[in-house]
């Protein structure tokens, strides 16, 4: 289970990207296309979470839980986006299957080409699927916080939420540190 590329890191500019997401289950406006920039020139965050595959066991239960806490990312000015190296059909087809994703608030992305993944370094070497991989990224397009799962292991979006809120302090936060705490 080896990356084809090196994983991009804090400090780096996350690459641009222009793909088509699943946005509505309205027939005719479900597609949209979505532009790596697109939150900067709104002077947002962006959150990006990436899950190996649709139709599987661990993935919807943190879509599920990335869409129960998209209020809480949208009150602190970010972005969410989920993704997938699975096509924007397959992501549609997923949502009308699924109980608890009819409802997102937010884009699922189809990085199909794998081109994203596979220039963000976290493309599984075997399948070409994406490793359970979450991009904090700032409003000047700079990566501020990546974390990156095994494909079994699901992630812990109120841990996403602690470190978004740290680093939108421009402070110094302590271990365990939460919101409403002094800052060092």
Known sequence: MET?????GIGEKFPSFS???????????EFETINGDDH????EWMVMFWWPKDFTFVCPTEIASFNDH??????RDAYLVGASTDSEFVHLAWRHNHDDLRGLKFP????????????????????????????????Q???RWVSVYDLNVGRNVDEVIRVLDALQT???????????????
């Open 141 to 143: 397009g700079i990566i």
């Open 170 to 184: 421009d402070e110094l936060c302590p271990c365990n540190w939460e919101a409403g705490q002094d800052t060092l």
């Open 108 to 139: 699922m992305l189809a990085d199909t080409s794998k081109s994203l993944a596979e220039e963000l370094g976290i493309l599984e070497a075997n399948e070409k699927i994406a490793y359970r991989a979450t991009f904090i990224v700032d409003p």
């Open 4 to 8: 084809t590329n090196r994983l991009i």
């Open 40 to 43: 900067q020139q709104k002077g």
């Open 19 to 29: 793909k088509t997401a699943v946005t509505n289950l309205e027939k005719g406006k």
């Open 70 to 75: 998209a209020g809480d990312f949208k009150d």
